[in-house]
């Protein structure tokens, strides 16, 4: 297959590019989330200082405004922290730990809710009613009181918060898959497969979950705005990420203390992006929803 | 209809029971409460009769069927910190959090109904454009932010509104109530628009998406055949139609407010069972912690069930469907 066809009209990521080409609004919106992801993954080539690395810190640079100068003749565009650490180097670090976490719970809560939506769908009967139960009672709870509940019994902690946003996501995965495929197990072609003697894992895998990709995209895209959103929240109560780890959701708590006193671009910076971050995300993915499935329905 | 409300309180108690057990079981891998409330130069005997009174010398099982048992009778322990009853201190506080939620689902609905009409009934128009960004917007935004953002905005800069605590409570027909004085409304609403701005995204799309749908059935031609004003067959026809969905989720959604409160109470300092929870994860009070869990568990489970419930009665489907 070239290039060329997977982006033809009627491949799926032709309809996803052509999609967000027709309205400038996710155009915008798709051209920061990868700026974002570019800068995430180059975090530490394109940041002036190791926010972390204590040697390179020094107090008397504490607390100073954005475009203030250091002694080393080092400019600081955003402004310092308490410790007299660069914001913008902070963010950028605060961002990769951000995106990072909110990514890979959002692939894992996919591959768990998938496996165990395309099961209750294709075997039905006992298995369908009982992973479905499951799934019924983690969407009638909030994601919130969930992973508040967890981390009130865990304690805090990098897997810990991860566990947490995986726990209340994939039922919502699963959920999606499971619709999708009972609608697609009923078709000709699945019929088609099972008389060659196609074995069942490569129906599942191979037929079905192709055709239930465009939900899975959908709903990947904003329970990644969530997970994020969902961690930046519970660091921000103090028990998510320990300070270890410092998230963007934690810079902006260390900078709360200090809004009341006016040092606001301690706490306002990093909620700037952590904002625009999830905004564009969900832009996206809403703009893919009217794409992909025009009768999926609104939430 | 009697089988599936049996049934469906039955799954409700065995949630319950689960959450119990495991809320218990978890709250062990905490840290040691002891080492929290002993003085570091406690004697050896001192530390002893702590642990004793505090029964965190008996094995596991024997602690959890006293609490079990202590909880069946309305005793979930003393708080560590306070030494009082943990569900006192809960019930002390839960007309705080009721009060912040409620009157922020007030302001999601007479917000948000007008403004999911005005984008639903001109789709795709500049207006619709700007509303459903801005709904976009609203549940992108992370509740403490913007709540951080409120606080400087209204309290240090323009120093309209405080930004901390419930204010002077009045009382009317013997319910205390921050509504009820000037003060207390004006401490109100800074935590009520925090609370409700995620819901208000929620509101205007669902008004949006039923105005949609209902606009071009039958009736609605029907009605405008007969002549009827269009702003009859708005307000009346369809704002019928569209407040069985919203009242449905509404009815969901009350519950996962009281959760958020627990941000909304931690950044306005709200004295609710919000930030009773959040200070006592930090202070390791774990009886008021387990209270606190099962409490809202339990109001949830009980939310739920009614919802369910009034459903059925609503459409039968989904009772045969329980059924099956």
Redesign the interface.
Known sequence: MTVRALFAEDMLLGRLVTGIGRSP?AVVAAVVCVILLFAAIAGPYLTPQDPYDLAVLDILDAKLPPGSESMGGLVYWLGTDGQGRDMFSAMIYGLRTSLGVGVFSGIVALIVGTVLGLTAAYFGGRIDTLIMRVVD?ML???T??VA???L????QGLWKVIFALILVQWATFARAVRSAALVEKNKDYVEAAVTLGISTPRILIGHILPNCLPPLIVIGMLQV?NAI?AE??LS????GLPITEPSL?LL?ANG?QL??SGE?WI??YP?VL??VL??SI??VG?RLREVLNPRL??? | MTVFVIRRFLQSIA?LAVTAV??FI??Y???DPAEMLISPDASQAERAQVVASLGLDKPLWEQFFTFAWNALHGDLGRSFVFNRPSIALIFERLPATLELTLTGLVFALILGIPLGLLSGLKPNSATDEVIM?GS??G???????QG??L??IFS?WLGWLPSTGRGQVGEFLGIHSSLFTLDGLKHLILPAINLSLFKLS?VI?LT??GVRETMPLDFVKFARAKGLSEKRIVFVHVFKNILIPLITVIGLEL??ML??A??TE?IFAWPGIGKL??DS??RLDRPV?VAY?LV??SL?IFI?FVVDVLYSLVDPRVRLGGAQ
């Open positions: 609004k009672l009638g709870f909030p919130i009181l508040l509940m967890l009130a019994l865990l304690g705005a959103s930046a929240t921000f109560l103090g028990i959701g902006i709360y809004l009341m606001y706490s306002v909620g952590l904002l999830v905004f969900n832009i809403d329905g609104e939430r | 949630v495991i809320v978890g709250i891998a905490i840290g960004t976009i917007f549940f992108s935004l992370p509740s403490f932010w951080m953002m606080i400087m240090v929620l799309r949006r998406t519950g996962s959760a958020f627990v941000v931690t929870l959040i994860i930090m912690v869990l809202i568990v949830f739920n």
